[in-house]
């Protein structure tokens, strides 16, 4: 799209749904400023050369791979669903989910030839597709565009192959997963095409910079802590940080102030550690980017 002489790239992310706050909020934290999209089809970046188009997530990897848009922001369910071909820029820590196959809890499913025979619901019918060939299953497939939960409890099916992430919806239906077929998150995508564009492809890697120190920064804390200084060598075993941590003498002669950053993933177990071998005044603050 080019108005006033000024090249944009376009980006696709949900109308609305599950990932389409999440993924508005991302690209204002990564500094971009764009007017609400509220009953718009698409905005336009006032500080960055991007145009932003609301569609329906289940279009978002066919409008990439085809060049109706540059980039777009969907859950990596939907791309194994539709075998499209995109380039995979980054990972975006949220919207996680797992496809599972679920049975009634009565069930006794062991082993996924236990699954013969059965009908099995679901709206991810290629994935569904792929995995019971690949484990010599043969079982129906009835295709479903939505509330596939409810079919085993309707007598549509035996069984259901669904997205879940706490698996509340399916505990409230009486099923349970058997078999994890993959695990799911949001995910920045390209289109090949785009990537082999110069003016595309740069403007493509500097938004994929921000997106990516965003979502590093959200993993990581920083840490600041007083430790003795005949414990700092067992302390900075502790921390894996960026590089090295910083070590900064304090007024008191025997005490060091050390500086680094932690992992979300591994924050509390690190701290609990830290305690444990004497660090004392332990302040954790977020971070809000970081540019590796
Ligand atoms: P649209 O109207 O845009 O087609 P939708 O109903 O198909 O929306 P949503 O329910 O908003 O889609 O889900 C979008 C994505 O959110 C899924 O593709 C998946 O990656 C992710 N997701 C995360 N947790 C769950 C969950 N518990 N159930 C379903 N999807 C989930
Ligand atoms: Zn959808």
């Known amino acids: 799209m080019k108005i006033n002489g000024q090249k944009n790239i376009k980006i696709a992310v949900q109308q609305k749904g599950r990932l389409n706050e999440k993924s508005l909020e991302l690209l204002e934290q990564a500094g971009l400023d764009f007017e609400s999209y509220k009953r718009k089809l698409y905005t336009r970046c006032r500080n960055f050369p991007l145009d932003i188009l609301y569609v329906r997530d289940d279009d978002i990897p066919e409008y990439v791979a085809d060049g109706i848009v540059d980039v777009g922001i969907v859950g990596e369910d939907v791309i194994y669903e539709q075998q499209v071909k995109v380039k995979q820029l980054a990972p975006l820590n949220f919207s ?133 200084r005949q414990a700092v060598d067992k302390i900075i075993a502790m921390i894996p940080g960026v590089d090295s941590p910083t070590i900064v003498p304090l007024a008191k002669s025997d005490m060091v102030a050390v500086h680094s950053v932690v992992e979300e993933e591994i924050f509390w177990e690190v701290i609990e550690n830290l305690k444990k071998a004497g660090a004392t005044g332990i302040l954790v603050s977020p971070i809000e980017k970081m540019i590796i």
């Open 96 to 228: 996680y989910c797992s496809l599972n196959i679920a049975c009634p809890s009565g069930f006794k499913i062991k082993k996924p030839t236990d699954l013969n025979g059965l009908k099995i619901a679901t709206s991810y019918v290629n994935c569904l597709r792929k995995y019971l060939q690949k484990n010599k299953v043969k079982a129906e497939i009835i295709e479903l565009s939505g509330s596939v939960e409810v079919a085993p409890s309707l007598d549509v099916a035996d069984c259901i192959c669904d997205v879940i992430s706490t698996g509340g919806t399916m505990r409230i239906n009486d099923l349970a997963p058997v078999f994890k077929l993959f695990d799911s998150q949001a995910v920045l995508i390209a289109d090949p095409k785009s990537l082999k564009t110069k003016w595309k492809q740069e403007i493509i890697e500097r938004l994929t910079m921000r997106i990516k120190s965003l979502v590093q920064a959200r993993k990581t804390k920083y840490v600041m802590l007083n430790a003795p």
